[in-house]
């Protein structure tokens, strides 16, 4: 008789998917941990002791961006990562199966980008059509990348026209302003707030200045997790109610923006009161959407855009969501009165 045995990758898959399968946990047993790595939400959670007042503690960790989140999920040293819209995607192309459990976006996406170019002094740029020829900044791994992408599409530009820099992007942007500075590059998407003024503050007099990229949505951000984490039922019951007060710490961010500017901006991260305000206008104005339709159809968009580039398979976003948690972190909103989004 012939008995044929499943991997145990195989097996382990299965029990995932399973998992995934089944109605959330709404029982939370003792002694569950939840490695978060959400630097303005810890401040905010503590800050209104909201973090006391759940039956699971919170391990906060202070990893910030795609290749960070990435690699701390390799190591098994993180459960939940915040990310805009590469980070998912790249992990699930480095062979980390993940799920998008929260998202959020501007308010007034129409009116505002979360992204400009920044341009070097003497790169002789001054329209986007200028990019020909010129070294930018590439980071496949981030969001930058999608907006290189985009940009070059819309403006015509062949990607045989340009040399992309591979250059992963810190969180405060020092790395593409400094690369900009030495004229190591040409051109590098940074964030529109603090990092572009201080870009321009600072080298402004040498000639250096922005230009903003085609109207294409660059705003959403998410929670993402490994299913792995999804799988075990008493973190998933945790992640159940770490939703709903994530929204819940967006909708407070939006209604209390001096109070993070001084609390978290000057008190945490050292910013002159000015800068920390600046900062804090650009955290706060945060819409979580109810429904996901329109946070899947951006995400298709990033996949589309990079796979090719990347030499990536391309995938169904909606694989990306575990839709079980869509409509949580706005319950969580709701909960804040005065909240605008």
């Known amino acids: 008789m012939l008995i044929l045995f499943a991997p145990a990758w195989h097996a382990a898959g299965a029990r995932s998917n399973a998992a995934l399968a089944a109605p959330l946990p709404d029982q939370v047993p003792p002694g569950v941990v939840l490695r978060v790595g959400e630097p303005v939400a810890r401040w905010v959670f503590q800050h209104n002791g909201w973090d006391k007042q759940l039956p699971f503690r919170i391990e906060w960790a202070e990893i910030t961006g795609g290749p960070e989140v990435t690699e701390a999920f390799?190591?098994?040293?993180?459960?939940?990562?915040?990310?805009?819209?590469?980070?998912?995607?790249?992990?699930?192309?480095?062979?980390?199966?993940?799920?998008i459990i929260a998202f959020r976006e501007y308010a007034d996406r129409a009116r505002r980008n979360a992204y400009v170019f920044g341009i070097a002094p003497n790169a002789n740029i001054r329209t986007l059509a200028d990019l020909r020829g010129?070294?930018?900044?590439f980071s496949p791994s981030q969001v930058q990348a999608q907006i290189v992408l985009e940009t070059l599409k819309a403006v015509g530009i062949p990607r045989s026209a340009v040399t992309l820099v591979e250059l992963p992007s810190s969180i405060g942007g020092d790395v593409y302003a400094n690369a900009l500075a030495s004229g190591a590059i040409d051109a590098a998407p940074i964030r529109a707030d603090l990092v572009a003024q201080r870009y321009i503050r600072d080298y402004g007099p040498d000639g250096a200045h922005l230009l903003k990229h085609p109207?294409?949505?660059?705003?959403?951000?998410?929670?993402?997790?490994?299913?792995t984490v999804l799988a075990n039922p008493g973190k998933a019951a945790a992640l159940r109610l770490f939703t709903q007060y994530w929204g819940r710490a967006q909708a407070w961010i939006n209604t209390h923006p001096e109070e993070l500017a001084?609390?978290?901006?000057?008190?945490k991260r050292g910013?002159?009161?000015?800068?920390?305000?600046?900062?804090?206008?650009?955290?706060?104005?945060?819409?979580?959407?109810r429904r996901w339709d329109e946070?899947?159809?951006?995400?298709?968009?990033?996949?589309?855009?990079?796979?090719p580039e990347t030499r990536?398979?391309?995938?169904?976003?909606?694989?990306?969501?575990?839709?079980?948690?869509?409509?949580?972190?706005?319950?969580?909103?709701?909960?804040i009165p005065g909240n605008p989004s």
Request: avoid cysteine; glycine fraction near 8%; proline fraction near 8%.
């Open 74 to 99: 390799h190591a098994g040293a993180l459960d939940v990562g915040a990310g805009a819209s590469m980070p998912p995607i790249h992990a699930v192309w480095t062979g980390i199966p993940v799920r």
């Open 134 to 137: 010129k070294r930018i900044a």
């Open 215 to 227: 109207p294409f949505r660059d705003d959403g951000a998410s929670l993402y997790v490994p299913e």
């Open 262 to 267: 001084q609390g978290y901006f000057v008190g």
């Open 271 to 289: 910013l002159p009161l000015a800068d920390a305000r600046l900062m804090a206008a650009y955290t706060a104005n945060l819409s979580v959407p």
């Open 295 to 307: 946070a899947i159809a951006y995400e298709q968009s990033a996949i589309d855009t990079l796979a």
């Open 312 to 335: 990536h398979p391309r995938f169904n976003a909606a694989t990306l969501f575990d839709r079980r948690f869509e409509g949580l972190a706005a319950d969580g909103a709701a909960l």
